[in-house]
């Protein structure tokens, strides 16, 4: 963890992908095999090129931002509940390889530091850019704010929609998966819990 995060120096942290730059002609080889594959002719001029856009599509579904974690000192002694609600989520069912999409609450109670709303969705985005189980994702987000920001306690919900259910197998259209991870106070008060859970619920109206 970046000593920069919990002392005075505002230096943010950069947080960018680890991966190795996609390999676009390898891929579009790969996505028009595959289409053939299924059976789908490439003869139309509506399909020639579908290959490429695959391939362009699938870097871009699998690549993240990358972002600098801006915090600050909490010189006012905020202690109270911190909640971002409807932070949009898309990612990638790493079993089917379809997407799953939705909305997240992120919340923390503050510690030494406060960190800018926006890198809230931000790491979600992060976390989210890469094949995935909604029930990781969840974990991951809250994990690495617990670490990197050092708060009293991180909240994360997730609601989504899975299309590895909702357009195949099953079909079960409309349903939704929602998921929770409780670090720190908010999962061991319960006072904490319920005031997290209250204020993040994503079914209000």
């Known amino acids: 963890m970046s000593e920069s995060v919990l ?10 992908s680890e991966k190795a730059k996609p390999d676009l002609a390898r ?29 362009r599509a699938w870097a871009e579904l699998l690549a993240p931002r990358e972002f600098d974690l801006t915090t600050f000192p909490n ?7 911190v909640i971002v609600r409807d932070i ?9 390889l379809l ?13 030494e530091r406060i960190v800018g709303l926006s890198k809230l969705a931000r790491i979600m985005e992060h976390f989210a850019c890469r094949p ?6 969840t974990k991951q987000v809250a994990q690495w704010l617990q670490d990197h920001l050092n708060p009293h306690g991180v909240g ?14 099953a079909r079960a259209t409309g349903s ?19 005031e997290f859970l209250t204020l993040a619920d994503l079914s209000r109206a």
């Open 7 to 16: 002392t005075h120096d505002l230096a943010p942290v950069h947080v960018g």
């Open 27 to 55: 891929a579009e080889l790969a996505a028009g095999d595959f289409l053939r594959a299924l059976g789908v002719s490439l003869d139309s001029p509506h399909l020639a090129a579908t290959p490429q856009r695959m391939a």
């Open 75 to 81: 010189d006012e002694g905020y202690d109270e509940m």
């Open 88 to 96: 949009p989520v898309r990612s990638i069912c790493e079993h089917h």
């Open 99 to 111: 997407p799953f999409r939705g909305r997240a609450s992120i919340g923390y109670l503050p510690g």
């Open 132 to 137: 995935q189980t909604q029930e990781r994702l």
């Open 156 to 169: 994360v919900i997730i609601e989504a929609e899975h299309s590895c259910m909702t357009l195949r197998g």
């Open 176 to 194: 939704s998966t929602l998921t929770s991870t409780l670090l720190g106070q908010l999962r061991e008060d319960p006072r904490s819990r319920q």
